[in-house]
Structure formats: C-alpha cells, structure tokens
C-alpha cells in the first residue's frame, strides 16, 4: 500500500512524514522545503506476528508495510504548473490513496502561506486543483472519443459517462463521490482514467499537543473538517505532528508511558494506519513456521488462490487447497498439531474468502 501525504506548505507534512518514517525529511518553515518526494517504509504495528513468531520459535518476524510518500506542498494554480505544480500532480497520481494534513492549530511563529488558520479554505484550495487537473485529464479524452462516437454505440456510452463525471466534478464535487452506474464498461472506463479526486482520502487534523487527549473535541478547526470529510465519506484523525517526531525517538517502554502521560490510547501512527486499512478495505492474514512469521495485506472479499499469488504467483498458479486456523485458536491451542486434534483447522478450497487473524498454510503443485 502506499499512501501520499499532501497539503498546503507549513501544514506539518514533512513533521509528520518523519515521525511516521523516522527518514528525516527535510522540514523547515518556508514552502517547497521537500521538492522531492521522499519515500519510507513503515511497519505495520501487529501484536500477533510477536506472539506467533514466540509460539513458532521463527528466526524472523516479518510485519505488513505501508509506503508513505511525502510530496511537495501545493499551492493555487498548481494544476496550471503553479510553485511545484505539475511534479505535485504527478507523484499523487502514484499513490493508493491520500493523506490530506490540515493545520487545525494557532502558532505566530509558523506562518500560513494563506495568512490565517482556516481548514475549509485550506482543503478546498487542494480539492479544487485536483478537480482542474482531472478536468484536463477528461476533456483530453472527450476530444478523443466524440469524434467517433456518432458511428460507435460503446464509445458513444463512454462520452455519455465522460460529460456526466465532468459536469459532477466542474459543480465543484470529488470524483470519489460520483456514483458510476452499475456497468462493467462504466467501471472500467472510471478506473482507467485514475482520476486524483477518486482516489481515498484521509484527512490529518494536526493540532496543538492540548487538544489531543480530547481527540480535537473541542477545537473548531477539526470540526469543520469533520464535517467536510463527512460529506464525503472520507476519514478524519487528530494528530499532533510535533509530538509524533517526539514520540518517534522513543523505544516502546517509554512510549507507551509518554501515550499514557498525555491520556493517548494509540499513536497517530497507529490511528492512521487503522484509518488507512478501514477507507481501502484492507485485512492481514498470516503465515508461519520456523524459518519466518509474516503479516500479508490483501482486500477483504479476496479468495484464498489470490491471497496465495501475494506470497509468490505460483502458489496461485497452481493452488490446490488452505490449511486455515483462526490466530486466536491456534495460540490458545500452543501448536498447529493440536489445533488439528481439536478440529479447527479448516481445509478450504478455490472459493474460501480469507479472514483477517487467519493463519494459513497453502498446498500448492506447479
């Protein structure tokens, strides 16, 4: 999975880029500090494959990993090649999906490329040059198509479905919210012309480390992106960038009392990776033995031949069946053997959907 994190200079992206990733982003208080997109590979927390890799004695644990980008700040009139416009564009189109950072917090000493804290202003100025750019992308296509549309019944579909989604998106609305009609041609076209406002998106109220312990509560600013964010069926979580670099410093000992000093649960990492697997329809099914314990992501609704084809295409290739035991079973068990005296280890074939927490060992022949 990788994820984009975007926003408007000074918002805290590159702060909470190098949190997440420890990879030490260049961050400064002027804009275009991060003029290349950074890339780093984050661990997906997971207690499981701990506990699992204790059971099975494994020489490696191996967790799940996300890919976060951090991509230059945008500006208006960047769908116009505006500041770092056009390279903007082009590493978003990249991604799975976006992670939006929104300033929610006063600070005189930081200044706001607009002048003044306002969210709703803030998301909408990168909203509206993502709708500009699939605007292009749109009209580039429906110059290609009209002219043969008239003597073919399929293209003449497509335009149907083209001027329709450009309208929805010139009225000032998100691709992602478009309702595309039950059509396997429609879905395909859609899915083909990898609109950046029909990408998920996770919006990151960044706020001041006092308005943490009440999730952003009682802070105005994280309010109305609650509220934009609602309209499109996007996720929102709290996070203070500074002192996610903080925690970032921590081992986990002192974490978990640094979290429990500021009343946290969970750290906005942890946050936005459940928020990550929760917009995307991800779940992890496991795999273990001696050698290696390791978490693989998948969509939820996948089948076990193409949970196989994430491990290697031959196990897909040529799948013959899934020895699968639910993660918890199998540890309260102490071993896979007397999971089997038990019962609970299921043999599934083609058409078995893996589950989250499954622990699977796949009988393949190539």
């Known amino acids: 999975m990788k994820l984009g994190i ?30 290349d997109p950074n890339v780093g590979i984050v661990a997906v927390p997971d207690e499981r494959i701990k506990k699992l890799g204790d059971m099975y004695k494994s020489k490696k644990v191996t967790p799940a990993v996300i890919e976060f ?16 416009g056009n390279q903007f564009l082009a590493n978003i189109r990249e991604v799975d999906a976006i992670v939006h950072v929104v300033r929610c917090f006063e600070d005189t000493n930081i200044v706001h490329v607009d002048g003044s804290i306002d969210p709703a202003r803030d998301i909408e100025t990168i909203n509206l040059e993502l709708i500009f750019s699939d605007i292009e992308i749109l009209e580039r ?21 083209l001027e329709s989604l450009k309208k929805y998106l010139e009225d000032g609305k998100m691709a992602r919210t478009f309702e595309v009609p039950e059509d396997e041609d429609m879905q395909a076209w859609f899915a083909s012309y990898n609109l950046l406002t029909a990408k ?6 960044n706020v001041a480390e006092d308005d943490l312990a009440d999730d952003g509560a009682n802070n105005q600013y994280v309010q109305s992106v609650r509220a934009l964010a609602a309209e499109e069926n996007s996720e929102v979580f709290v996070i203070c960038a500074q002192i996610e670099q903080e925690i970032a410093e921590l081992d986990d000992d002192e974490k978990a009392m640094f979290l429990e000093d500021l009343g946290l649960q969970e750290s906005g990492l942890e946050k936005l990776i459940k928020a990550s697997y ?3 329809g991800l779940i992890s099914y496991l795999t273990a033995g001696e050698d290696e314990t390791r978490a693989w992501t998948i969509k939820k609704g996948t089948k076990a031949p193409q949970a196989a084809g994430k491990i290697h295409s031959d196990f897909e290739r ?20 007397a ?24 009988r393949f022949n190539v």
């Open 339 to 362: 999971a089997k005296e038990k019962g609970i280890v299921g043999l599934e074939g083609k058409e078995y959907v893996v589950k989250d927490g499954d622990v699977i060992l796949f």
């Open 141 to 161: 296509r429906i110059s290609k198509v009209a002219k043969q549309a008239r003597m073919d019944k399929t293209l003449a579909k497509e335009l149907e479905l």
């Open 318 to 337: 040529g799948f013959i069946r899934a020895e699968v035991v639910n993660y918890q079973d199998l540890l309260d068990c102490g071993s896979l053997s």
């Open 69 to 84: 980008v951090d991509i230059a700040g945008l500006v208006k009139g960047a769908s116009k090649g505006e500041g770092l």
């Open 200 to 205: 998920s998106t996770i919006y990151a109220a």
């Open 6 to 35: 975007v926003g408007l200079p000074n918002v805290g992206k590159s702060t909470l880029f190098n949190s997440l990733t420890k990879a030490g982003a260049e961050s400064a208080n002027y804009p275009f500090c991060t003029i």
């Open 278 to 280: 929760s917009l995307l």
